[in-house]
């Protein structure tokens, strides 16, 4: 039996549409949640194992790291996915914005890959870090300046952990642009945003799934990112 894939921030999008690809292939799913929702309940019917854990705090993160421990001795893969896109315009507060950003997005994956690197010991085959990181990781966002900062500093976390965790671990990080529009997004956003690569597409949660099923695969990747944005990078 494969040991089971802990995702973050599983409850719903792209992390859930990753989730439930999984569970499809009979692979173990322990998913990390932060608001009650529907999705987690059904989760739980197709046998994931489903940790309320809010990584805003050192003790939240402290709190799912035992959790995990609780559950497994053993993980096939852990995927950073749990993320909040704020920005800077009607924020009142910078610096509590920057830790909120560097919190979730930098120092969560830091901790639990540091204290988890051993549960990533399946006897045989490669195992996975997987950090979902974003286009911005190497561009920036003049209107999301802490949410890029703090992806960028994930993919750095993709740089050092695969050099430290090699060769029984590879680690790569998938950068997203437009994958999947959010519900309160205008048609005149969602034009807009089209436009803006060359594919003036929005694929939604399966360029996710696909990408992640890639990566797991994968006998040669480490270190390297994943780029989903449609050609956004030449326009
Ligand atoms: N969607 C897209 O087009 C793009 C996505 N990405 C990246 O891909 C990943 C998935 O994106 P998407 O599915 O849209 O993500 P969402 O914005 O839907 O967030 C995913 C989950 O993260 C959880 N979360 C946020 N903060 C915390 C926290 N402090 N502790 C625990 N859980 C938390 C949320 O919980 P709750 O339900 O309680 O809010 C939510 O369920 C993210 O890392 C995102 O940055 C990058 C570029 C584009
Ligand atoms: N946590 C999230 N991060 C991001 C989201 C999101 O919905 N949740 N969405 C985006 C946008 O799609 C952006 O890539 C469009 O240019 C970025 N990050």
């Known amino acids: 039996m494969t040991a089971p894939i ?123 870090i997987i950090h979902m990181t974003d286009f911005v990781q190497d561009k920036g966002s003049k209107k999301h300046i802490a949410y890029a900062a703090s992806k960028a500093a994930l993919h750095n976390l993709t740089l050092s952990f695969s050099a430290l965790l090699a060769p029984k671990v590879k680690v790569n990080s998938v950068a997203p642009a437009l994958v999947m529009f959010n519900e309160g997004d205008s048609e005149e956003y969602r034009a807009k945003a089209l436009q803006k690569s060359l594919l003036q597409t929005c694929p939604g949660s399966s360029e996710a799934v696909k990408a992640v099923n890639y990566l797991l695969n994968s006998e040669y990747i480490t270190g390297q990112t994943l780029h989903l944005n449609g050609g956004r990078h030449l326009k």
């Open 6 to 128: 802990l995702i973050t921030g599983g409850a719903q999008r792209l992390g859930l549409a990753i989730a439930k690809d999984l569970l499809r292939q009979n692979i173990p799913v322990i998913i990390t949640y932060r608001s009650e929702k529907p999705s987690v309940t059904e989760l739980i019917a197709s046998g994931a194992h489903a940790i309320h854990a809010d990584f805003a705090t050192k003790k939240g993160v402290d709190a799912c790291i035992n959790k995990v421990r609780e559950h497994t001795q053993s993980l096939r893969a852990i995927v950073h996915n749990a993320s909040d896109w704020d920005q800077e315009s009607g924020s009142d507060d910078y610096d509590a914005l920057f830790n909120k950003m560097m919190q979730v997005h930098a120092k969560t994956p830091y901790r639990i890959n540091l204290a988890l690197q051993e549960l990533l010991n399946q006897p045989s085959g490669f195992t996975d």
